[in-house]
């Protein structure tokens, strides 16, 4: 019973947005090839005003919690290989989900089949993690619309909409998203790409494990975000203010660092920003960092800091079943490990 009002209280405190904070739009005034300067500074202020929305995961009840990562989707017409992510996800019962950029090919139909999928899963995800409850007129109970439901929270009590519940799929942006006015259509649906997320892992004392997400689509960070990274808005400091401890943190990019081979490209950073991610993720105490952008898989170890590039999940780059998956494992006292998920789809 003393967990449960825990929790409530921190649902409450922490994953409601304060009446007070204003709406902001998270695309504003958008043209083609907008930059990560720009994406950034919109992404912020989204971020900035969103901060308390549903983005704190509980697992401190858990002896693990899972989570999984997928990159370079490049959907188009056929969204195969994404929905066979999103299912295994759900049927596994992951906490959380990331991808790392170039999620779909830049078409307002192909940002239409994604979000299509996106909110099926999420459907089911709702339907799986809360109590459904019918609101409607009796007459239209059969009628298969959002606006008659809700979603209670059996643990809380807290009850919401369709649009509140929090479907934990946490995407970067990639150079492909953000190519013929993409970054208006990703930014639709995933709002902001620069951002946080933290999962409990103990309440007492109180824990956070860390995931950090950045906008390296352009293969630069840009002056603005070096310069909030260096104010420290992604280190967490409002919880460690309040006595929170951060144990793991997770750090994921669209632009990979390190050439998996002579035959792929290497890092496209400026030498200087480079040195500063490296310097970075050793300062967060970062455990894995994880890209995408390069279609290989590549594993190293540098610094103290674990690298993962995935390879692409696309059918398109890789037409054949494959590992294009990573699942992670964190255990209740923090040990860490992962392995490749297989994908079996293949367009009929």
């Given amino acids: 019973m003393k967990k449960n009002i825990v929790l409530f209280t921190l649902q409450c405190l922490l994953l409601v947005t304060l009446a007070s904070c204003e709406k902001v739009s998270p695309i504003g005034v958008l043209v083609s090839g907008t930059g990560v300067e720009d994406r950034v500074k919109m992404s912020n202020e989204y971020f900035f005003h969103h901060k308390l929305e549903a ?104 009850v919401l909409t369709f649009d509140n519940v929090d479907y934990p799929f946490y995407p970067v942006v990639g150079n492909h998203d953000i190519t013929h006015n993409g970054w208006a259509l990703w930014s639709n649906i995933f709002h902001s790409s620069f951002y946080d997320v933290f999962v409990v892992v103990n309440i007492d004392p109180f824990e956070l494990d860390h995931f ?92 103290g800091v674990h690298y993962l590039t995935l390879d692409s999940m696309c059918e398109a780059n890789n037409p054949e079943p494959g590992d294009y998956l990573v699942r992670v494992h964190v255990k209740k006292d923090g040990t860490i490990t992962w392995e490749r998920v297989h994908m079996d789809y293949c367009q009929p």
């Fill in 212 to 303: 950090i997400f950045l906008d390296t689509a352009n293969g630069t960070l840009g002056q603005e975000q070096v310069k909030l990274i260096n104010e420290g808005v992604l280190d967490g400091k409002q919880y460690e203010e309040l006595g929170y401890r951060f144990r793991n943190t997770f750090v994921f990019s669209h632009t990979n660092i390190f050439r998996p081979s002579s035959l792929q490209f290497a890092s496209t950073f400026p030498r200087e920003e480079t040195f500063f991610l490296l310097n970075q993720f050793k300062k967060w105490n970062a455990n894995i960092v994880f890209m995408g952008h390069v279609h290989k898989w590549d594993e190293q170890t540098v610094g």
């Fill in 55 to 158: 983005k704190l995961h509980m697992a401190y009840d858990q002896d693990e919690y899972t989570f999984l990562v997928g990159a370079d989707s490049h959907v188009t017409h056929d969204v195969g290989r994404m929905r066979e992510m999103l299912e295994n996800s759900l049927n596994y019962g992951d906490l959380l989900m990331a991808h790392l950029g170039d999620i779909a090919d830049t078409k307002a139909e192909y940002y239409i089949n994604l979000e299509d999928a996106i909110l099926d899963y999420k459907r089911q995800y709702a339907e799986k993690h809360y109590k459904k409850e019918y609101i409607g007129p009796d007459s239209l109970e059969d009628v298969a619309t959002d606006d008659y439901f809700v979603y209670r929270d059996t643990v809380s009590g807290m």
